[in-house]
């Protein structure tokens, strides 16, 4: 079993600051690693995904993630955010090579990111 | 461009009544979930399925159960509403496994009176 914990319930910050949301997770086998954003009364759509080698991953809309196997982190960074980042984040996990889960995501509880003028 | 849709954005049933949530996606994937999603607990998985008539349980399957006839399409179903299922429900499909991008709807917001 996996488990998904965003450290951070709700981060504020100003307009062209860089940004960092905090994840980690836990699991007993191998696990590909996702962040999704859900702007507001939207569907979620996905940022970035860690399946394998360079640990640092870039996604749409400048962010990007580096994933620290021995910390079991995934966190995720921009260097300098927009209004039209304002959003929740979403970091998941789902079971890596060889996994029978189907594709099954186990989700942490959410960041919301405010950005202000 | 993929896409995912749900019968309805918001939905208001009573205590007691049978609800049906309908998911439907345009991209021939193999794999459907329902999740719910509520305030500072993140998305839960329901149920899933991995192919025609076959499914199993998420995370938090009580109180539900699903559907799911032809490939493109998914059915979540509240037997016998009750207030603690008012929610956000998020219809999602992938291609295959746990590598693959899963593709969601734009949500149900669902309110039991």
């Known amino acids: 079993a996996q488990s998904v914990t965003q450290l951070d319930s709700q981060v504020p910050v100003f307009e062209e600051a860089p940004v960092e949301l905090r994840c980690n997770y836990s699991s007993s086998v191998s696990v590909y690693l996702f962040w999704y954003v859900q702007y507001p009364n939207q569907g979620l759509q996905l940022l970035l995904k860690?399946?394998?080698?360079?640990?640092l991953v870039k996604g749409i809309n400048g962010f990007e993630a580096e994933f620290n196997k021995s910390q079991t982190s995934f966190h995720l960074r921009k260097p300098s955010v927009h209004i039209s980042d304002t959003a929740e984040y979403f970091c998941?996990?789902?079971?890596?090579?060889?996994?029978?889960?189907?594709?099954?995501?186990?989700f942490g509880q959410g960041t919301i990111l405010t950005v202000h003028p | 461009d993929v896409k995912v849709t749900q019968s309805s954005r918001y939905l208001v049933k009573r205590t007691g009544e049978k609800v049906f949530l309908e998911c439907v996606q345009d991209?021939?994937?193999?794999?459907m979930f329902w999740y719910r999603q509520d305030p500072g607990l993140g998305l839960r998985l329901i149920y899933f399925s991995y192919d025609v008539k076959m499914k199993e349980k998420g995370d938090i399957p009580e109180g539900y159960s699903v559907s799911r006839e032809k490939k493109e399409r998914f059915s979540l179903i509240l037997e016998s509403a009750s207030t603690n299922q008012t929610s956000m429900y998020l219809c999602a499909s992938t291609a295959y496994g746990g590598a693959d991008t899963q593709y969601f709807g734009p949500g149900t917001r669902l309110t039991v009176l």
């Open positions: 860690y399946l394998s080698g360079s640990t």
């Open positions: 998941a996990v789902s079971e890596g090579a060889g996994g029978t889960s189907y594709g099954k995501l186990t």
């Open positions: 991209m021939d994937h193999e794999n």
